[in-house]
């Protein structure tokens, strides 16, 4: 094991532990978003969402885990606060699921880890899934064209609010849609993209002029090394 790789070990041991904290001080649904269910259907009943700011109420979907072994998962929500991440400023509300957890703070979705459990960066060997890990609200991820976040407020293109495209692109849009909260303790799920090569700028539909919920995707080439 490298160092790094020893020190996100650790990483993730204190942030189960800050997590049961959280959940003893809080309520015990809390306890359930510190581990993803990856094991179940994603199928269930779907909430009812409420009025957005942006375009207003929509169908919320609630997809299933994908089976790709490639698939890098991004889970996305409140649980999940703000950090300044070098070059692209503050990113909030989108972590990378590491052996099944998540951290408090967000994560740049740079990098996941390959069947063999190794911390490799993201290529376009890849595709991506993105899950709502809070227990109540709809989440997405959107993406913007260009190489950068988009000045606030920003009007969301209407197309936004339900699943659109396939491919991570900057020069088209791409949409989870909304997707709704966990039913139970089953997450639900967006569809997957493809990816290429690229630095990708994305956010959430009702969220991102309200309190910075965005993020950076960087797409590798296949050639490129893991992290030691």
């Known amino acids: 094991m490298t160092l790094r790789s020893a020190e996100r070990s650790k990483a993730l041991i204190r942030n189960r532990l800050g997590r049961w904290w959280i959940a003893l001080g809080t309520v015990a649904i809390l306890a359930a978003c ?14 009812t969402p409420t009025a957005s700011p ?31 991440a070098p070059t692209y400023g503050t990113i909030n509300g989108y972590a990378i699921v590491e052996f099944g957890t998540f951290p408090l703070q967000a994560t740049l979705i740079d990098h996941w880890v390959n069947p063999a459990g190794n911390v490799v960066p993201i290529t376009s060997g890849n595709v991506v899934q993105f ?7 709809n989440h997405s991820a959107v993406g913007f064209k260009g190489e950068a976040f988009p000045a606030t407020p920003y009007s969301f293109p209407k197309a ?45 539909l009702d969220n991102y002029n309200l309190s910075n919920f965005r993020d950076v995707l960087i797409v590798a080439t296949p050639q490129a090394q893991g992290r030691e």
């Open 34 to 47: 510190t581990k993803l269910n990856l094991g179940g259907s994603g199928s269930g009943p779907v909430p």
């Open 54 to 84: 942006t375009t207003g109420p929509t169908p919320s979907n609630c997809g299933t885990p994908s089976p790709n072994a490639s698939t890098v998962l991004v889970a996305m929500g409140n649980l999940i606060g703000p950090t300044t």
């Open 131 to 137: 899950a709502n890990i809070d227990a109540s609200g």
């Open 160 to 204: 936004a609010a339900s699943p659109t495209g396939t491919t991570v692109s900057a020069t088209s849009l791409w949409s989870t849609g909304r997707i709704a909260p966990q039913t139970g303790s089953q997450q639900c799920y967006s569809q997957t993209f493809t990816l290429k090569p690229g630095t990708y700028y994305f956010g959430d």
